[in-house]
């Protein structure tokens, strides 16, 4: 037990591992197996499922921010923590030849219970375990923010934005992915980041894009959010954002829309103007956005050199999506949902695979530049 222990707490040392208080886990490879606790509270829903390399677990529990643990374990390669209607959705992925024994339940402390999962090691616990996290470097972090979704479907024309924002994201996470890169993804299917039992709409808008502008921060290299643009008359084209000022009508009308509408997204708006304001007598702040404006340029340029479109420029604008960002981040408008021509396009599966490929490029282009690591603090 007691090595057990020395093992798990010098594992979470190695990796800096914060996982929520109420899951934990520790390894008994003399036995040959994982063993992963989740205590809740009395009443928390569960439902487990087991299949094949993956153990799927939803929760009735509010998660602040979808999050990767690689434990480093045997068994288990990583678990990935995503909000979903229902709560919590959390997933582990087996090693090869791992296998998953029946979830069980277990009396827990005063007011709670604990849900156990045994993972058995490949072969009984003879194979080697994972290679230690640390020989391997750390690969960039990169947050695709997949604007709107659940009861926000933000622009609607020939094509509903938060469908298309999804689906290029999905896109850009595979390329990036096979690049080596870690993508974090704001949201992975139709739903917002708000708990379930928030039912005012504009109160659910602002938790919303709090929390996903709060995914810009912790061990994260940069920040894309994807949006569909509208316009009352015809207009098409892409237009790239950073966080700043505006002074063109047209830019600040994009921002209150796309900050929620109305008097939400006027009081977002103020909001994240006034970080814009704060950000020009702070120095690192300064680099920050110039940095952003840069990964807006390169992202413009990949967009434009795939689509043939018209390029709308790189401007800076109060998005609150970008407010909390110490990381450079970028707001991109792939075109217009209700354009008759783009529109149709952004329907297209083909045309949606050059708009990620674009976000990719700009993406990688900045990543591989050496000067990006000399802007890290
Ligand atoms: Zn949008």
């Known amino acids: 037990m007691m090595r057990g222990l020395f093992f798990l707490s010098l594992l979470l040392a190695v990796l800096g591992w914060a996982s929520p208080d109420w899951l934990r886990w520790g390894a008994h490879p003399d036995?040959?197996?994982?063993?992963?606790?989740?205590?809740?509270?009395l009443g928390t829903s569960y439902d487990t499922k087991v299949g094949g390399a993956v153990v799927r677990v939803s929760l009735g529990l509010e998660t602040s921010e979808p999050a990767t643990l690689r434990p480093g374990d045997a068994a288990v390669e990583r678990v990935e923590l995503t909000p979903a209607p229902e709560g919590t959705l959390v997933r582990f992925y087996l090693q090869p030849g791992a296998s998953a024994k029946k979830p069980f339940v277990l009396e827990g402390p005063e007011g709670r219970f604990r849900l156990v999962i045994d993972v058995l090691h490949p072969e009984g616990g003879k194979a080697a375990a994972a290679p230690p996290p640390k020989s391997k470097p750390k690969a960039p972090v990169v947050v695709v923010d997949p604007g709107h979704g659940g009861p926000d479907p933000g622009a609607v024309g020939y094509v509903k934005e938060k469908a298309i924002t999804l689906d290029i994201a999905?896109?850009?996470?595979?390329?990036?992915?096979?690049?080596?890169?870690?993508?974090?993804?704001?949201?992975?299917?139709?739903?917002?980041?708000?708990?379930?039992?928030?039912?005012?709409?504009?109160?659910?808008?602002?938790?919303?894009?709090?929390?996903?502008?709060?995914?810009?921060?912790?061990?994260?290299?940069?920040?894309?959010?994807?949006?569909?643009?509208?316009?009352?008359?015809?207009?098409?084209?892409?237009?790239?954002?950073?966080?700043?000022?505006?002074?063109?009508?047209?830019?600040?009308?994009?921002?209150?829309?796309?900050?929620?509408?109305?008097?939400?997204?006027?009081?977002?708006?103020q909001k994240a103007e006034s970080t814009a304001e704060a950000a020009l007598a702070d120095l690192i702040a300064q680099g920050n956005l110039q940095f952003s404006a840069r990964l807006a340029n390169e992202i413009l340029e990949q967009l434009i050199a795939r689509?043939?479109?018209?390029?709308?420029?790189?401007?800076?604008?109060?998005?609150?999506?970008?407010?909390?960002?110490?990381?450079?981040?970028?707001?991109v408008e792939v075109g217009f949902a209700n354009h008759p021509t783009e529109g149709r396009l952004l329907a297209r599966p083909d045309y949606r695979q050059r708009l990620a490929e674009g976000i990719a490029a700009g993406i990688l282009k900045i990543?591989?530049?050496?000067?990006?690591?000399?802007s890290q603090r």
Do not use: W
């Open 307 to 331: 689509t043939g479109t018209i390029n709308r420029g790189v401007h800076s604008a109060p998005f609150y999506v970008l407010r909390y960002a110490r990381i450079p981040a970028v707001l």
């Open 367 to 374: 990543l591989g530049n050496g000067s990006y690591a000399a």
């Open 31 to 41: 036995e040959g197996f994982t063993r992963f606790v989740f205590e809740l509270p």
């Open 170 to 269: 999905l896109r850009v996470k595979k390329i990036l992915e096979s690049k080596g890169i870690e993508v974090v993804l704001t949201r992975d299917g139709d739903y917002d980041l708000a708990p379930s039992y928030v039912k005012d709409f504009d109160e659910r808008k602002r938790i919303d894009l709090d929390k996903r502008a709060k995914m810009t921060n912790g061990d994260r290299n940069l920040f894309v959010s994807v949006h569909v643009n509208s316009a009352e008359r015809p207009a098409r084209g892409i237009e790239v954002y950073y966080l700043g000022k505006t002074l063109d009508p047209r830019t600040l009308a994009l921002a209150v829309a796309e900050n929620g509408g109305g008097e939400l997204g006027q009081r977002l708006t």
